[in-house]
């Protein structure tokens, strides 16, 4: 008995162990990377390749794995990205998080932190322009086509991100009151944390419809309308350098390729408006 | 240390600490409880279950205050050179906190069962507090302390709520097992949400079944 209880352990320590040395089973959309070769630090290894992560908000999710990939790919540093609402992840700077670059989707909360001196006021730059989108489930059985579909008894949850916190939250409620629905609608209503988690309730059919960002809107499981942009302050998304930064400069590098060469296509194909560009772009509707 | 490690290498090493810390800390605290009686007793007995009963959200805000830039996080990085929000001896401190109770509550009832009259025999044989300790308790009571430590181990492994607050979810940092799982769902990536729930499932599964029969030999069934 005690024998057999003793190799268990044993086989679990061998288990962290192996764990440890394992290649890391964390390369997903979260964390794009190509985990460095062997177990040593990959900064200590070679200080001309670096790791940095960075924070942004939940709309990027799609854009910037994209973009986080090529920039690994050729300039061999590696980024970690971290995502969440805006708001959570300034309150998070703010408690001292290790973040090297802060992706923001309202600049507003960028220059909350600059007021702080937490962020590093010459790397404040706008990156692009958000827009939302009216979301329905394809399997629900709704049609939902323009802000009054909302009120279809049909519907019993709509999913918008929290608008205490996430920017894409905050322009929503302010297109439903613009609309004068939020009223009507707020019953229905449940929040995601964030973007990610709205549109995950809606893929899911959870929430048979709801509202969330164009730059994550392209999913199979739904179809989407845009939202007029008139209706809500417009979500300027600005990002800047976080002060206590181990690497300032590399986190300068992945902001200047965001809105460089390589990042803007990216970012364009994700439907967002970037600075100094007027929108082109074809509503999607609802078949 | 620890950077780029996958969450399960996270989890296991995280949960180890955490684990390891609130056996040693519950050992003392039952010894404490079970054979000595003195002022505010009752009022350390409370603290020390009040993780199991307060939300962990609370316990998550507590540490992050308390920890934080703003707290005394400046103070003890300047000191000991360690920060805990935001990175790993964060989640180890909240996964110990909250694994405490269940330790203690398990050692505690193994400490019980020994007799009284075994101890004094101990001591009329002119052992000291210290001796009785090593040389009698813990070698009658070592199933429920392995037993005790293995739920702790596993109450780590599963924190999540507290864990997020104060250690926050940066892949390769401080995402555990339970963040990752968290991560996976948020992005719809259900392959990979399914893969680690079953994992966490499984771990768990075998240990308790373990924890189990060290308990049955306790209780000598």
């Known amino acids: 008995m005690n024998k057999r209880l003793s190799l268990c352990l044993l086989v679990l320590l061998l288990l962290a162990a192996c764990a440890r040395q394992g ?64 708001g959570q992840l300034a309150q998070q700077i703010e408690n001292g998080a ?3 670059l802060f992706a923001a989707a309202n600049i507003d909360f960028v220059h909350q932190l600059l007021e702080k001196d937490l962020v590093l006021e010459e790397s404040v730059a706008l990156y692009a322009r958000g827009r939302i989108v009216l979301a329905a489930n394809r399997q629900a059985g709704v049609r939902v086509t323009n802000l009054e579909d909302l009120l279809d008894p049909q519907i019993r949850h709509i999913a ?34 964030n973007v990610r988690q709205a549109l995950q309730y809606i893929q899911t059919g959870d929430a048979e419809a709801g509202i969330v960002a164009l730059s994550v809107a392209d999913v199979p499981e739904i179809t989407w309308t845009l939202i007029d942009e008139s209706l809500h302050q417009p979500l300027d998304q600005a990002l800047a350098i976080v002060s206590s930064s181990p690497h300032p400069d590399i986190a ?24 100094g560009e007027t929108p082109i772009m074809n509503p999607n509707t609802v078949p | 240390m620890v950077n780029g490690w996958s969450p399960l290498a996270l989890s296991l090493w995280v949960s180890s600490l955490a684990g390891l810390a609130a056996l040693v800390l519950g050992v003392a605290l039952a010894w404490l409880l079970v054979r000595r009686n003195f002022r505010g007793k009752s009022f350390l007995e409370g603290l020390t279950l009040l993780s199991l009963v307060l939300p962990p959200t609370v316990l998550g805000y507590y540490l992050l205050v308390l920890l934080g830039q703003r707290g005394l996080g400046p103070f003890i990085e300047g ?14 401190v909240a996964a110990s906190i909250t694994a405490l109770p269940l330790v203690l509550q398990t050692v505690r009832v193994s400490f019980a069962e020994i007799s009284k009259e075994i101890e004094d025999a101990a001591r009329v044989d002119g052992c000291s507090e210290w001796q009785l ?29 507290a864990t997020l607050m104060v250690a926050g979810n ?21 392959a990979r949400a399914n893969g680690l729930a079953l994992l966490l499932t499984g771990m768990a599964f075998g240990m308790l079944f373990l924890v189990l029969r060290l308990n049955r030999r306790i209780v000598g069934i």
């Open chain 1, 23 to 86: 290649p890391s089973p964390s390369a997903n959309g979260s964390s794009s990377g190509n985990p460095a070769a062997g177990s040593g630090d990959p900064a200590l290894a070679d200080p001309a390749q670096a790791e940095i992560t960075v924070a942004a908000a939940a709309d990027l999710q799609f854009a910037f794995s994209d973009i986080a990939a090529l920039f690994e790919e050729q300039n061999g540093h590696k980024v970690t990205l971290v995502f969440g609402s805006t």
């Open chain 1, 98 to 100: 290790p973040y090297d």
């Open chain 1, 160 to 193: 918008i991100p929290n608008p205490e916190h996430a920017p894409y939250g905050a322009a929503t409620r302010q297109a439903l009151e613009s609309a004068g629905l939020w009223d009507a609608v707020q019953p229905k209503i449940v929040y995601g944390e």
């Open chain 1, 252 to 275: 300068g590098q992945f902001a200047r390729f965001i809105n460089g060469e390589q990042g803007r296509p990216i970012m364009r194909r994700y439907g967002f408006v970037l600075p």
């Open chain 2, 79 to 92: 000191f000991l050179g360690i920060r805990f929000v935001f990175a790993w001896p964060g989640a180890v």
């Open chain 2, 133 to 161: 300790f090593w040389r009698v308790m813990l070698p009658i009571a070592w199933r429920g302390i392995l037993a005790g430590g293995l739920l702790g181990f596993l109450r780590a492994l599963g924190e999540f709520g």
């Open chain 2, 170 to 190: 940066i892949p390769g940092r401080t995402q555990t097992l339970s963040m990752a799982i968290y991560d996976a769902v948020q992005a719809n990536n259900l």
